[in-house]
């Protein structure tokens, strides 16, 4: 094993924890597995390729996280808000018909075929990093994601309004009696929960080829690595991603048919040692 | 009142079934003798393989503008119809029913995938049309799966996989690795292409497969790094296919290589997507579009009048689909499907593609297959064609599963 195999799964492990991090926050608030997750990913890459098609890539950086926040207050307003009181079930069963509608809507937008995004000029190429040439690109979304989740922890600890979520995800009704404005928090929770999920597909365009199915390829693990890191916690999740990113592409070089099971492993093992997730109640 | 109802729905359901049986069996519909020689067209129209779908019928297209502005095939004067289908075999199955007992097409094109084809050879005899099949490459469908009503005008894996080995002790390079797709088709080919790099005295230093879908190639493409390869054999189609080449970029992997070998990974629908960093990769070619001969330079030609930009393969194969017809039409002297089946065995032609033979043992049409490298055209990039490898040196012999 190299420095630069341990350096794939570090970026693979940062894109899973900026997206699975999003997932976490609206589902330790609303309760809702929001099946659109994947669709909101895929979506913002879709964007990103626009923009930095029109424009250039750093202001994709900006506007996508914004575009998708402004999906996200639609999703709260809409949806989660008005229907909070029906079953978790059918709420995500909306939200996977969301995901099937988002994704006909980006085909009839964008077409079928397989696009591509290029990174600005400053990040191609490799940096020799460790010993090791190593892509620049891949190194500043690994920077990237590592800021954001130290920014979203200090956030979360050290702000009222991250008093009030990790309150109302501890118990949503306690926390509306004790005077927090659950409703502020949830639009809150939710709009940057989908501006997370459109900076990971930002963020993962240049990476990997963009076609329709991607967010359902991501989907699935990013739903295994909230469940693993402990349904409801953002720290947890961050770890899980993390985690599963490196023994996902640890696996990969010994065997990759096996890397394919290893999420499922992980999911089994964890609920099966630890069934509340590596964090357990703990939001942050 | 009842019992009316129900004897009236008896009889309608009767009269349907004798309606499709008499269908099936004559399935001249209009096209009877003097009519119009009806083809029906069953491309995907939704799904990643509609592009190409739609493509495909732009081929035929142009063919039966030509052959129709010439007077017609046999004197008969041919029409399109088409239909459309999700690439799922058994929806392509009904829409071919239909279309045979319903609009009383004999033939059939423009059908996309392998496992559509399967299904539809198995069927062709009971709905007496003949399929052309210039998308589906699997080498099952001239085997186990062929038919007297099928026939494959576009090369097999084998025949494709056949031409690139051919070409192997050609290209630069003697350590090679081996990058495949984790399934059938890529571990056929990553055994066709050991034997041959066997056979022109290159090393093997790396053989690896990635499950389908894969999106992050970091790893694979450290390994191939870290193996000292100086040439990899790439097998990666689609979305994994363009996740591979750019990542493979980002890696600088190609600074390392003195070759890079794909099998169906790069083609010109994918050129602008994938960009400059393909420039001088190779792969096989089905189709030469510049190709030296009148047929070929009348089709280009014809079809970028048509259709406003220069064919790539899947017009192009479609359009040779639409040759064969034709020519099977002239030699029988009848439109029947039965005449035509038995007139294209081991019937030759001179087609877009050069002078073609349709073997009678399995239906293959017998053509050249190329190796082409990536080149800058202008702005765009287009396949320069390298080599070109021959049928006998590419095509295997009729599989014995195979009866006709």
């Known amino acids: ?284 | 009142m009842k019992r009316q109802v129900v004897a009236a729905a008896v009889a309608l359901a009767m009269g349907s079934t004798l309606a499709a049986c008499g269908s099936a069996s004559e399935n001249s519909g209009d096209g009877g003798e003097g009519g119009p020689i009806k083809v029906a067209l069953i491309p995907p129209t939704s799904g990643a393989l509609a592009q190409f779908g739609t493509d495909a019928v732009k081929g035929w297209e142009t063919a039966v503008r030509l052959a129709n502005e010439a007077g017609g095939v046999d004197g008969r004067e041919i029409e399109l119809i088409v239909k459309s289908t999700d690439a799922d075999p058994a929806t392509t199955l009904r829409v071919a029913k239909e279309a045979v007992t319903q609009d009383g097409a004999q033939f059939i094109g423009a059908v996309m995938t392998s496992p559509e084809h399967a299904a539809l050879n198995a069927q062709l005899e009971g709905l007496g049309a003949l399929s052309f099949n210039a998308l589906g490459k699997d080498d099952a469908l001239v085997g186990e799966q062929c038919s007297p009503y099928a026939f494959h005008v576009v090369q097999t894996s084998s025949m494709d996989i056949n031409a690139l080995a051919s070409s192997l002790s050609e290209l630069p390079g003697d350590k090679w690795a081996i990058q495949a797709v984790d399934y059938a088709t890529g571990h056929g080919a990553a055994e066709k292409f050991k034997a041959a790099a066997e056979e022109a005295g290159k090393e093997i230093v790396l053989e690896q497969f990635a499950p389908l879908d894969t999106t992050d190639f970091g790893s694979y493409i450290t390994k191939i790094k870290d193996s000292g390869a100086d040439a990899v054999f790439a097998v990666e189609y689609g979305a994994d296919g363009v996740a591979f080449v750019q990542q493979a970029d980002q890696f600088n992997l190609d600074n390392q290589l003195e070759t890079v070998l794909g099998f169906n990974m790069v083609s010109e629908p994918l050129f602008e997507t994938l960009g400059d960093t393909i420039e001088g990769y190779f792969n096989n070619v089905g189709y030469d579009v510049d190709g030296d001969n009148t047929e070929n330079q009348e089709f280009v030609d014809a079809y970028t009048e048509d259709h406003g930009a220069a064919p790539y393969y899947v017009p192009a194969d479609n359009y040779l689909a639409a040759q064969t017809l034709f020519a099977g039409i002239e030699e029988a002297g009848s439109a029947d499907p039965a005449d035509v089946s038995e007139a294209l065995g081991d019937l030759s032609f001179d087609s877009i593609v050069g002078a073609v033979t349709v073997r009678a043992a399995d239906h293959q049409v017998l053509r050249d297959s190329y190796l082409g490298e990536v080149v800058k055209d202008g702005k765009a990039l287009k396949f320069s064609i390298q080599s070109n490898a021959t049928p006998d040196v590419t095509t295997p012999e009729p599989d014995s599963a195979c009866s006709m």
Request: hydrophobic fraction near 55%; include cysteine.
């Open chain 1, 1 to 284: 094993m190299n420095a630069a195999q341990v350096l794939n799964g570090v970026a693979l492990g940062s894109l899973l924890m900026v997206l699975s991090s999003g997932l976490a926050m609206i589902y330790g608030l609303r309760g809702v597995a929001n099946f659109a997750h994947g669709a909101l990913y895929m979506s913002g890459a879709y964007i990103a390729y626009t923009v930095s098609d029109r424009f250039n890539f750093w202001l994709a950086i900006l506007l996508v996280p914004l575009a998708l926040a402004v999906i996200g207050v639609v999703l709260e307003l809409v949806f989660f808000r008005p229907l909070q009181h029906r079953s978790h079930i059918e709420l995500g069963l909306i939200t996977f018909g969301l995901a099937l509608m988002a994704e006909r809507i980006v085909v009839l937008i964008w077409g079928e075929r397989t696009l591509r995004v290029t990174p600005p000029e400053i990040l191609q190429g490799t940096t020799t990093l460790l010993g090791v040439e190593y892509p620049t690109y891949r190194l500043s979304i690994i920077v990237i994601a590592l800021a954001l989740a130290a920014a979203l922890v200090l956030w979360l600890r050290g702000s009222r309004v991250g008093l009030h979520i990790r309150a109302a995800s501890q118990d949503i009704e306690t926390a509306g009696i004790m005077g927090v404005n659950v409703d502020r928090v949830s639009l809150i929770v939710v709009s940057l929960g989908c501006a997370l999920a459109g900076l990971a597909g930002t963020l993962a365009a240049p990476y990997i080829a963009l076609d329709p199915g991607m967010g359902n390829a991501f989907l699935i693990t990013v739903l295994i690595v909230v469940v693993v890191g402990g349904i409801g916690s953002i720290g947890g999740a961050m770890v899980a991603g993390m985690g599963l990113g490196v023994i996902q592409t640890v696996s990969t070089v010994w065997s990759p048919s096996f890397a394919v099971v290893v999420p499922y492993l992980a999911l089994t093992i964890v609920l099966l040692w630890r069934p509340t997730g590596l964090a357990g109640k703990r939001v942050s």
